[in-house]
């Protein structure tokens, strides 16, 4: 199984990013996808859940209304769309697969002016 995020960087508040999680080593459609993230000195967090037909999705409720999580089956992909970010966003965004137990490396994402 291999996970690479990519899409972090440094934004100012307000302002959007897409992360994207490419997907490798499994039958990616099968499976449900998850983005966790994690701040300095706080524990890890769900953000967003996408179930592997994508019909069904669910999120933290800290970024509902401003985070979109979505996926490409055919692209192995998985995305989250950021908006209306705020410096509480700030963290390391990783990308994982619940049933495999598998992380990516996660990218970072600063949101600061």
């Known amino acids: 199984v291999r996970l690479v995020e990519s899409g972090g960087g440094l934004v100012q508040p307000g302002g959007s990013l897409r992360l994207s999680c490419e997907a490798s080593g499994f039958t990616f459609s099968s499976y449900a996808m998850s983005w966790y993230r994690q701040a300095p000195g706080k524990e890890r967090e769900l953000v967003a859940h996408?179930?592997?037909?994508?019909?069904?999705?669910n999120y933290a409720d800290s970024v509902k209304g401003r985070f979109t999580i979505s996926r490409d089956n055919a692209k192995n992909t998985v995305y989250l769309q950021m908006s209306s970010l705020k410096p509480d966003d700030t963290a390391v965004y990783y990308c994982?697969?619940?049933?495999?137990?598998?992380w990516g490396q996660g990218t970072q994402v600063t949101v600061s002016s």
């Open positions: 996408i179930m592997s037909i994508g019909s069904f999705r």
């Open positions: 994982y697969v619940p049933r495999l137990l598998s």
